[in-house]
C-alpha cells in the first residue's frame, strides 16, 4: 500500500476548542472538544503526544521510530493519522 501524498515539513496543531490531555477517570488520553470528548487507542495516542504545535510530521515520525524502532509501517500510521485527524477537524496542518 502506498503512502498518501503529505508534506512531511507540515506541523500539525490541535484545533481551536481541542485539547489532548491524559484523563484518568478513561485511563486513557483523550481529545475533549466543546461537544464531547474522543477516547484515543494507544497508537492515537503516541501520536497525539508529539503534537505540540512545533514538531513537524518528519519530527513525529522521527521521535515513534526512536521508541519502537525503524518499523515500516510507522510512517504511514503517522501519515493516516494526520489525514485522519485532519478530515475530523481535529487538527490543521500548518
Request: hydrophobic content about 45%.
Amino acid at each position: 500500500m502506498s503512502l498518501p501524498e503529505l508534506d512531511h515539513s507540515i506541523v500539525p496543531v490541535w484545533r481551536h476548542g481541542y485539547r489532548f490531555q491524559f484523563e484518568p477517570a478513561q485511563n486513557a488520553y483523550v481529545l475533549l472538544y466543546p461537544e464531547g470528548m474522543i477516547k484515543l487507542n494507544d497508537s492515537a495516542s503516541i501520536i497525539g503526544q508529539h503534537i505540540d504545535g512545533q514538531a513537524s510530521i518528519a519530527d513525529i515520525i522521527k521521535k515513534v521510530k526512536a521508541m519502537f524502532g525503524d518499523i515500516p509501517e510507522i510512517e504511514q500510521d503517522i501519515i493516516e493519522y494526520m489525514l485522519v485527524a485532519q478530515r475530523e477537524h481535529w487538527i490543521d496542518l500548518v
